[in-house]
């Protein structure tokens, strides 16, 4: 089961996919998409992928290139983290998700997108599984209220604030919040970064029933 917020924040906006500004410095190659230490994805391949589709409009999920590069990200940091440690993906959960989207979407289960998607998921319990319970930072703190602001087109007033604050501190806040610490610092350890004209991208830490990213890493330019 996936771990719940308190309803405070839930409620307070829908929130959408963060938008949060790296202050890393820009890895730039002509051509690439994405740098996970050595290696380098092409933004080739990313166009291949989407181009696999007769829609960029995929159910379950949101803007299908942002979703492309956060599943990239994740199952080649995934890789060097189960290289590094012995811990493997969780294929199972890989399965399921890949008949869901084959199902809502209409694809055969060997679609590349599809594919990929489904594999980042067996992937991503690895990026959090050695993360400790920590408390917010101020910075977490306006991650947080950035995506409110920006979801709700406007100003985070002072009890909205109060009430982001809140859960973050409460048990399961402070475990999102460490896991959240635990995908950057990943970021740093396998030197990883995105192209800054993909724009800015971030990792799903928790994202609510309706599939809107609550709490995310984002991905260094």
């Given at each position: 089961m996936k771990p719940r917020l308190p309803r405070r924040a839930i409620a307070a906006a829908v929130l959408s996919l963060a938008v949060v500004a790296s202050t890393t410095a820009c890895r730039?190659?002509?051509?690439?998409a994405?740098?996970?230490g050595d290696t380098r994805i092409a933004e080739s391949e990313v166009s291949q992928l989407v181009d696999s589709l007769d829609s960029e409009n995929l159910t379950g999920v949101g803007d299908l290139r942002a979703a492309i590069v956060e599943a990239l990200v994740v199952v080649e940091v995934g890789k060097r983290i189960a290289e590094d440690t012995g811990a493997t993906p969780d294929r199972d959960k890989e399965g399921q998700?890949?008949?869901?989207?084959s199902q809502m979407n209409r694809l055969p289960k060997d679609n590349p997108v599809i594919r990929l998607l489904a594999e980042k998921e067996a992937y991503r319990p690895l990026l959090v599984a050695k993360a400790d319970p920590v408390d917010p930072?101020?910075?977490?703190?306006?991650?947080?209220?950035?995506?409110?602001?920006?979801a709700i087109g406007g100003k985070v007033t002072p009890e909205i604030r109060a009430g982001i604050v809140a859960d973050l501190e409460s048990e399961?806040?402070?475990?999102?919040?460490?896991?959240r610490h635990q995908v950057l610092d990943y970021f740093t350890d396998y030197d990883v970064s995105v192209n800054p004209r993909f724009g800015e991208t971030s990792?799903?830490?928790?994202?609510?029933?309706?599939?809107?990213?609550i709490i995310t890493a984002p991905i260094p330019q």
């Open positions: 730039v190659e002509q051509g690439a994405i740098f996970v998700l890949l008949e869901q989207l930072t101020e910075h977490d703190v306006d991650a947080m209220s950035a995506n409110v602001a920006d399961t806040g402070r475990e999102l919040t460490g896991q990792v799903v830490i928790y994202a609510d029933q309706q599939n809107n990213p």
